[in-house]
């Protein structure tokens, strides 16, 4: 019985990035309609894929990211392939900048955040003004990106306990 | 289930296996978006679209609704604020929608002696759904809602959707209790529509700004039209009925006609779901028909 429970408390440990992912990808699928609707919802899975990518990639692995992209592709109705493709290009970029992040202030990992989103934001836009045949209006985009930026320090922080204080030493 | 744990996690020849698979689902990715432009639509994805929004139903469901009951909270204080001017309004409001009605009354009056004559035959009515919203894309590019009717009410793909104001947009993919509305404003969205009073046709183009453009179908000469003018559904296409209100001519920038919708995207709470079905043509019937179109539509010279 204590082995099994054990068992069953590390596998829940190393899906919790994954949980929080998909709990991202809902929360992007409820009407929220922040402020009446003019406050954007955050893009919470990037900061997921992102902080997971920088402090433990192999708490998130490739197929968890593809799983979450896939999944929020299929729930919001856009062409499908594109968030996993989004998600998964922001998780090996972080992973070939690893050895930078390590061990920097928050501040540099937080624009290294804005960056990364930066980078997503150019790909998502690029690929939709593709598929719809003429460049898109980036207001939208830009302000959702935005309030994911604004909102890193805070859900970093928080991953950041729930990492070192429960998936790693609890 | 060692391998999932943290056991594993210094394992020799991990990374370099990690980003191989990291790569490897990037090409998948990659090659699922080329297939989605290629190909619409291909029915295993169409598949899997309805089987995901048809699982995730049940949890928008239960969290859609203290969410709405927080939204009504935050926004019943506001109301506190503004009471006052909010009641001249309605009084305002109160006193124009009478006249309406009295109008409606002698209408209706109207009608009643028009569908006493013998010839008239009933347009077909539609078979309305009544469903609750209870998710929606917060992209910035796709724009769709998720409300709580499926197949299993008769909710097909193509039907209309109308909230309390207007046109809201049409139905996509449809679960067994869960369906997709494409919104107007969605890139997507093409809505045959008319301006009223001009007899201009045109559609409605969506850009994922809150105001999609008219494209002019059919019209060589200059097209005139002022803000205010209305705008409704065409029926152009045979999906969505003809004459349902989508908004009104904002204003015209550089050759595109901006429409301010009706639908309220930001308050929309429930919507209904047109089941209409076009009449059939039957050969006996097709010159009345056309007849009856040429009346319907007035001369641009008259507008």
Same mark, same amino acid.
């Given at each position: 019985?204590?082995?099994?429970a054990?068992?069953?408390?590390?596998?829940?440990?190393?899906?919790?990035?994954?949980?929080?992912?998909?709990?991202?990808?809902i929360?992007?699928?409820?009407?929220?309609?922040?402020?009446?609707?003019?406050?954007?919802?955050?893009?919470?899975?990037?900061v997921?894929?992102?902080?997971?990518?920088?402090?433990?990639?192999?708490?998130?692995?490739?197929?968890?990211?593809?799983?979450?992209?896939?999944?929020?592709?299929?729930?919001?109705?856009?062409?499908l392939?594109?968030?996993?493709?989004?998600?998964?290009?922001?998780?090996?970029? +972080?992973?070939?900048?690893?050895?930078?992040?390590?061990? &920097?202030?928050?501040?540099?990992?937080?624009?290294?955040?804005?960056?990364?989103?930066?980078?997503?934001?150019?790909?998502?836009?690029?690929?939709?003004?593709?598929?719809?045949?003429?460049?898109?209006?980036v207001?939208?985009?830009?302000?959702?990106?935005?309030?994911?930026?604004?909102?890193?320090?805070l859900?970093?922080m928080?991953?950041?306990?729930?990492? &070192? &204080? +429960?998936? +790693?030493?609890? | 289930? /060692?391998?999932?744990?943290?056991?594993?996690?210094?394992?020799?020849?991990r990374?370099? @296996?990690?980003?191989?698979?990291?790569?490897?689902?990037?090409?998948?990715?990659?090659?699922?978006?080329?297939? !989605?432009? $290629? !190909?619409?639509e291909?029915?295993?994805?169409?598949?899997?679209?309805?089987?995901?929004?048809?699982?995730?139903a049940? *949890?928008?469901?239960?969290? !859609?609704?203290? =969410?709405?009951?927080?939204?009504?909270?935050?926004?019943?204080?506001?109301?506190?604020? @503004?009471?006052?001017?909010?009641?001249?309004?309605?009084?305002?409001?109160?006193?124009?929608?009478?006249?309406?009605?009295?109008?409606?009354?002698?209408?209706?009056?109207?009608?009643?002696?028009?569908?006493?004559?013998?010839? $008239?035959?009933?347009?077909p /009515?539609?078979?309305?759904?009544?469903?609750?919203?209870?998710?929606?894309? @917060?992209?910035?590019?796709?724009?769709s809602?998720?409300?709580?009717?499926?197949?299993?009410?008769?909710?097909?793909?193509?039907?209309?959707v109308?909230?309390?104001?207007?046109?809201v947009?049409?139905?996509?993919?449809?679960?067994?209790?869960? !369906?997709?509305?494409?919104?107007?404003?969605?890139?997507?969205?093409?809505?045959?529509?008319?301006?009223?009073?001009?007899?201009?046709e045109?559609?409605?183009?969506? @850009?994922?700004?809150?105001?999609?453009?008219?494209?002019?179908?059919?019209?060589?000469?200059?097209?005139?039209?002022?803000?205010?003018?209305?705008?409704?559904?065409?029926?152009?296409?045979? *999906?969505?009925?003809?004459?349902?209100?989508?908004?009104? =001519?904002?204003?015209?920038?550089?050759?595109?006609?901006?429409?301010?919708?009706?639908?309220d995207?930001?308050?929309?709470?429930?919507?209904?779901?047109?089941?209409?079905?076009?009449?059939?043509?039957?050969?006996?019937?097709?010159?009345?028909?056309q007849?009856?179109?040429?009346?319907?539509?007035?001369?641009?010279?008259?507008?």
């Amino acid at each position: 019985m204590g082995y099994r429970a054990e068992n069953l408390l590390s596998l829940l440990k190393a899906a919790t990035p994954m949980i929080l992912g998909v709990l991202g990808v809902i929360f992007l699928a409820l009407p929220l309609r922040l402020f009446e609707g003019w406050a954007p919802t955050p893009i919470v899975p990037l900061v997921v894929v992102f902080f997971w990518s920088v402090y433990a990639p192999e708490f998130l692995p490739s197929v968890s990211v593809f799983f979450i992209g896939v999944l929020q592709d299929l729930l919001t109705g856009g062409p499908l392939g594109l968030w996993a493709a989004v998600y998964l290009a922001t998780q090996f970029i +972080v992973m070939s900048q690893r050895s930078y992040f390590m061990g &920097r202030e928050q501040k540099v990992v937080w624009l290294g955040f804005a960056l990364a989103t930066a980078g997503a934001s150019l790909m998502l836009w690029l690929v939709m003004s593709l598929m719809s045949g003429a460049l898109l209006p980036v207001g939208s985009l830009l302000a959702q990106m935005a309030a994911t930026v604004l909102i890193y320090p805070l859900f970093g922080m928080v991953f950041g306990q729930l990492h &070192r &204080r +429960v998936l +790693v030493e609890g | 289930m /060692e391998f999932l744990g943290q056991d594993k996690r210094e394992g020799l020849g991990r990374r370099a @296996n990690s980003r191989f698979v990291l790569l490897l689902l990037i090409l998948v990715s990659t090659l699922l978006l080329l297939s !989605s432009l $290629y !190909s619409a639509e291909a029915s295993v994805f169409k598949k899997a679209r309805e089987g995901v929004i048809d699982a995730a139903a049940p *949890v928008l469901q239960h969290l !859609s609704a203290p =969410i709405a009951w927080f939204n009504d909270l935050v926004g019943g204080v506001g109301d506190y604020f @503004n009471v006052l001017e909010q009641n001249k309004a309605l009084r305002e409001e109160n006193a124009e929608l009478r006249q309406w009605m009295n109008e409606a009354l002698e209408l209706r009056k109207v009608v009643a002696a028009y569908e006493g004559l013998q010839s $008239y035959q009933a347009p077909p /009515e539609a078979d309305p759904v009544d469903a609750f919203v209870i998710g929606e894309a @917060n992209d910035a590019f796709a724009r769709s809602m998720i409300v709580n009717a499926g197949r299993s009410k008769n909710v097909e793909s193509g039907q209309a959707v109308v909230g309390d104001k207007g046109l809201v947009g049409h139905i996509v993919h449809t679960g067994s209790k869960a !369906s997709r509305v494409l919104l107007l404003t969605d890139i997507q969205s093409r809505v045959p529509v008319y301006i009223e009073d001009t007899g201009l046709e045109g559609i409605l183009v969506g @850009n994922t700004r809150a105001r999609p453009v008219i494209a002019i179908t059919e019209s060589a000469d200059v097209i005139e039209v002022t803000p205010g003018q209305r705008v409704l559904t065409s029926g152009a296409g045979g *999906v969505l009925p003809r004459g349902l209100p989508v908004g009104v =001519i904002d204003s015209e920038k550089s050759g595109d006609i901006l429409v301010d919708l009706f639908a309220d995207y930001a308050e929309t709470r429930m919507v209904r779901i047109l089941n209409y079905e076009f009449p059939a043509v039957d050969e006996g019937a097709v010159t009345e028909t056309q007849d009856g179109e040429a009346e319907e539509a007035p001369a641009p010279a008259e507008g």
